[in-house]
C-alpha cells in the first residue's frame, strides 16, 4: 500500500513569489496535516483539514493557505514568501477524527523549501 | 496549553549500548494520546507508537520498549543493544484530542557508533 506521497521533492524560490506544495493521503485517510521544520525551530503545525473542511490551524500568518480536495488530496499555498518560509514541509495523513478508529498520522517525504 | 520536554538533545552511544530517550509532557486535558516518531537522514518522520492517556501498560516491540508515568508526566523510550540503524532523530508528541495537532518536543539526536 501506498504511503503518503508530497511533491515537489525540492523547491527553490525567490522572496515575494508564491508556492504550491502538495500531498496525496494514504488511501483510506481523509484527514491531511501540514507541519513546517524550520531550523531551529523544530516542528510546527500548520493545518489540518478534514473531509475537506479546515479543521484546525497553527499560529502561522494568512499568506500560508490551503485546500483538500475531493479525492482528499491536499495543497498547502504560501504567498509573499519570506526567508524564513526555507524549511522542510512535511505532509501526513489519518484516519477520520469521526472514524473511531486509531488516529495516528502518517508522514510523507517531506518538501524542501529554499527560499533565496 | 500543551508542551513536551525532550531535554536530551543530543546522545551518543557505542553499538550494543542500551539508550534512554526521555520525554515530558503538560496537558490540561485528562484524555490525550502520547506518540514516539523517528527521523532518520532522509528526513521523513517513521511512526513509533501511540499510547492513549488511560492506558499506562508499558510497551515492548522487539528491542524498543516504552515507559508511561501519568505521576510524572513522563513516556520515555528506551532502545535495547543499540545498532548503528538506530541513528536519528526522536521525537516524542502529544495530541490533546483525537485527530488533533501533534504538538512536538525539540527532538533528541541520537548517534550510535560501532
Known amino acids: 500500500e501506498a504511503g503518503v506521497t508530497q511533491s515537489p521533492t525540492h523547491l527553490i524560490k525567490t522572496r515575494g513569489q508564491q508556492v504550491t506544495l502538495r500531498c496525496s493521503p494514504i488511501?483510506?485517510?481523509?484527514?491531511v496535516y501540514w507541519y513546517q521544520q524550520a531550523l531551529g525551530l523544530g516542528l510546527q503545525f500548520l493545518l489540518w483539514y478534514d473531509e475537506g473542511e479546515e479543521r484546525n490551524r497553527g499560529n502561522f500568518p494568512p499568506r500560508f493557505s490551503g485546500r483538500q480536495f475531493p479525492n482528499y488530496s491536499s495543497e498547502l499555498n504560501v504567498n509573499a514568501l519570506e526567508l524564513e518560509d526555507s524549511a522542510l514541509y512535511l505532509c501526513a495523513s489519518s484516519l477520520a477524527m469521526t472514524s473511531g478508529g486509531d488516529n495516528e498520522q502518517f508522514f510523507g517525504p517531506g518538501t524542501r523549501l529554499t527560499v533565496l | 496549553a500543551q508542551k513536551v520536554t525532550q531535554a536530551q538533545t543530543e546522545i551518543s552511544v557505542v553499538e550494543k549500548e542500551d539508550v534512554t530517550l526521555d520525554c515530558v509532557y503538560e496537558t490540561r486535558d485528562t484524555t490525550y494520546y502520547l506518540f514516539w516518531y523517528k527521523q532518520p537522514p532522509s528526513g521523513e518522520l517513521v511512526f513509533l507508537i501511540r499510547?492513549?492517556?488511560?492506558?499506562?501498560q508499558n510497551e515492548i516491540s522487539g528491542r524498543y520498549s516504552w515507559n508511561f508515568q501519568k505521576s510524572t508526566s513522563s513516556f520515555n523510550f528506551t532502545i535495547t543493544a543499540s545498532q548503528v540503524v538506530d541513528s536519528a532523530v526522536y521525537f516524542c508528541?502529544?495530541?490533546?484530542?483525537?485527530?488533533?495537532?501533534?504538538?512536538f518536543g525539540a527532538g533528541t539526536i541520537l548517534r550510535v557508533k560501532s
Open positions: 488511501s483510506g485517510h481523509t484527514s
Open positions: 499510547r492513549n492517556s488511560f492506558d499506562e
Open positions: 508528541a502529544l495530541s490533546e484530542r483525537r485527530g488533533n495537532k501533534l504538538v
